[in-house]
């Protein structure tokens, strides 16, 4: 339904890879991503053909005149890319952000759903 798509993870830059968690049920997929350090507003989400792509980056603020004699984490940037099955309903997800995970609703399509057949006795 969904697979982690290397090949369109842009080189120009290095990025963290964000680890996800994925579930299915009988009407879509949640998506958990761990951004931690990422705000709203330094988080790209985009879906182009059928690859979603979540991209954010971590700000730190440093006082005025101070710098950083190390750090751990090399690259503040997170990156990781998905295509999805034809099944899912790129027009329809949804996004929430909440201390540091990332949640993506992405629901099936209609015909893609399951749907019950009622069965009429005689």
């Given at each position: 339904m969904i697979e982690t798509n290397p090949s369109t993870v842009r080189r120009i830059e290095a990025a963290l890879i964000p680890d996800v968690s994925v579930?299915?049920?009988?009407?879509?997929?949640?998506?958990?991503?761990?951004?931690?350090?990422?705000?709203?507003e330094n988080l790209n989400l985009q879906v182009e053909a059928d690859v979603l792509t979540i991209e954010g980056a971590v700000v730190f603020s440093q006082p005025d005149g101070m710098a950083a004699i190390h750090t751990e984490v090399e690259s503040p940037r997170y990156r990781r890319a998905f295509t999805l099955s034809r099944e899912l309903d790129a027009e329809k997800i949804t996004a929430e952000l909440a201390q540091g995970v990332l949640k993506l609703r992405i629901p099936k399509k209609d015909h893609a759903q399951l749907r019950r057949i009622a069965i009429d006795l005689h």
């Amino acid at each position: 339904m969904i697979e982690t798509n290397p090949s369109t993870v842009r080189r120009i830059e290095a990025a963290l890879i964000p680890d996800v968690s994925v579930i299915e049920d009988a009407e879509g997929i949640t998506l958990h991503a761990d951004l931690p350090g990422v705000a709203k507003e330094n988080l790209n989400l985009q879906v182009e053909a059928d690859v979603l792509t979540i991209e954010g980056a971590v700000v730190f603020s440093q006082p005025d005149g101070m710098a950083a004699i190390h750090t751990e984490v090399e690259s503040p940037r997170y990156r990781r890319a998905f295509t999805l099955s034809r099944e899912l309903d790129a027009e329809k997800i949804t996004a929430e952000l909440a201390q540091g995970v990332l949640k993506l609703r992405i629901p099936k399509k209609d015909h893609a759903q399951l749907r019950r057949i009622a069965i009429d006795l005689h």
